[in-house]
């Protein structure tokens, strides 16, 4: 991995003209800016009504918030050790993870009478010769159950456990634009694939192909009652479940150098594949959607290894703001009179 610069871009008082103000926004920001201009569209195209009236207030609002943020930021309107960090978090990743919530609405509007779990069954039996969420099902007792729907609900846990320390803690450019520039490619790409690809599973399309049902339990019921109440529906290909457990996994093993990455990358490995199975044991995925995700995860660390690598050398070279601003909990007095922390660390400087 390349090391950063030794004069990074710092978040200096001098001001930013219009026309520097592109120079300013680095990859992300533009990924991010494609991604609320897709959707949009789709709100537009779709039939009126009440659904396609919330889609698009709800993502105008959102497209409004991040460009307003990015903008303020990158002009250095927003200062400071936690402001400009903060703002800028909640305004290109927070607007992208809220949109989520409109795809419930979004994704019928879009699709309002095709899905293609048809084509996605037919294409698992011809590639694969299999439907793992048909053949598990002879598998399929309450133990083995709970044990899949509690790494299918540690996702959540997973993305927690990465996303506050990670945004909050960490030091490095490279490794912080590797993640940041990761988790918005899942999850912009991710839900555009939603659009194109939409369906609603084996759970729901072969329904009747099930002679076993899964049995309730603590875990199993959360799942559902998650799903249920907050779950997009048609949001099958890619799989995300899939792709961010092993994205995480990939991303310790490719900075496995540092703590606390070295003695994760087991579990997290452990965790993916489990979340994996999961997928299909409980019937929420076909397998294409498992390969797409592994696909789509392995896709967006290699590029964003690349990018970040590349917005950094520019920046430095011409003293624009930080590619991720990071926090300063210390002032630059007491940052100077303090020992360097080891670079195997995520501990702030």
């Not at 997009?232 to 496995?256: E, K, N, V």
């Not at 990455?261 to 294409?288: D, E, G, K, Q």
């Amino acid at each position: 991995m390349t090391s950063e610069p030794l004069h990074p871009a710092r978040d200096t008082p001098r001001s930013v003209t219009a026309r520097g103000l592109l120079r300013e926004v680095a990859f992300q920001d533009w990924l991010v800016l494609a991604y609320f201009v897709v959707l949009l569209g789709v709100s537009l195209a779709a039939a009126p009504g009440p659904s396609r009236d919330r889609c698009l207030l709800g993502l105008s609002a959102l497209g409004l918030y991040f460009g307003a943020t990015v903008a303020a930021v990158r002009a250095r309107l927003i200062r400071g050790p936690f402001w400009s960090p903060f703002a800028y978090r909640m305004g290109v990743y927070g607007s992208v993870q809220a949109s989520y919530f409109f795809l419930r609405d979004l994704l019928p509007l879009a699709n309002p009478t095709r899905n293609f779990d048809a084509q996605l069954y037919q294409l698992d039996l011809t590639l694969f010769g299999v439907e793992p969420a048909v053949s598990l099902q002879h598998w399929v007792t309450p133990a083995l159950t709970e044990w899949f729907s509690f790494f299918y609900f540690s996702y959540f846990c997973l993305l927690a456990f990465h996303i506050f320390p990670i945004l909050t803690l960490a030091r490095n450019q490279q490794l912080l634009g590797e993640f940041c520039f990761s988790m918005l490619w899942l999850y912009c790409v991710g839900h555009i694939g939603y659009l194109l690809v939409p369906g609603y599973g084996p759970t729901v399309a072969i329904a009747d192909e099930f002679a076993t049902q899964l049995p309730s339990g603590l875990w199993y019921d959360m799942v559902v009652s998650t799903v249920s109440a907050a779950g997009a529906q048609m949001d099958i290909f890619p799989s995300l479940h899939t792709a961010a457990p092993l994205f995480f996994t990939l991303f310790a093993i490719r900075h496995r150098d540092r703590v606390p990455f070295r003695y994760a990358w087991p579990v997290l490995a452990f965790f993916s594949v489990n979340t994996m199975i999961a997928t299909m044991y409980l019937r929420w995925h076909w397998v294409i959607d498992v390969v797409a995700g592994i696909a789509h995860a392995s896709a967006g660390l290699f590029f964003a290894a690349k990018l970040t690598e590349r917005d950094l050398a520019r920046r430095a070279a011409l003293g624009l703001t930080p590619n991720w601003p990071r926090f300063e909990f210390h002032s630059s007095e007491q940052r100077d009179s303090r020992p360097s922390a080891s670079p195997g660390t995520l501990r702030p400087a």
